[in-house]
């Protein structure tokens, strides 16, 4: 049997946004993450490594390093599509895996 994950974006620090607006940001970023990798299994285990390296493991191994790299590389176009048609500067996606 399949798991399912559930990704949970929320937008953070960026007050008087419209509840809708919000809702359509978090998720265009989801989207995109998702569309970033070829299985829901990849995506997990690309934001396991970026984690891991993010927490100062000790070592990682090459392996893990190109997938905390594919995780930044998603990360960084489901951020640009989220914050497309609106205007912020402080604001930021956070990210929960489940």
Do not use: Y
């Not at 970023?29 to 690309?46: D, G, M, N, T």
């Not at 998603?74 to 640009?80: K, L, P, S, T, V």
Request: charged share 30%; proline share 3%.
């Amino acid at each position: 049997m399949e798991t399912v994950t559930l990704i949970e974006a929320h937008l953070q620090d960026c007050q008087g946004i419209e509840p809708a607006l919000r809702s359509k940001a978090e998720a265009r970023f989801v989207k995109e993450l998702q569309c970033q990798f070829p299985s829901e299994q990849a995506l997990v285990e690309a934001w396991e490594a970026w984690s891991s390296a993010a927490e100062g493991a000790d070592e990682i191994n090459p392996g893990q390093e190109q997938l905390a790299r594919s995780w930044l590389k998603a990360f960084e176009r489901a951020r640009f599509a989220g914050f497309r048609d609106i205007a912020v500067e402080e604001a930021f996606f956070e990210v929960k895996l489940h």
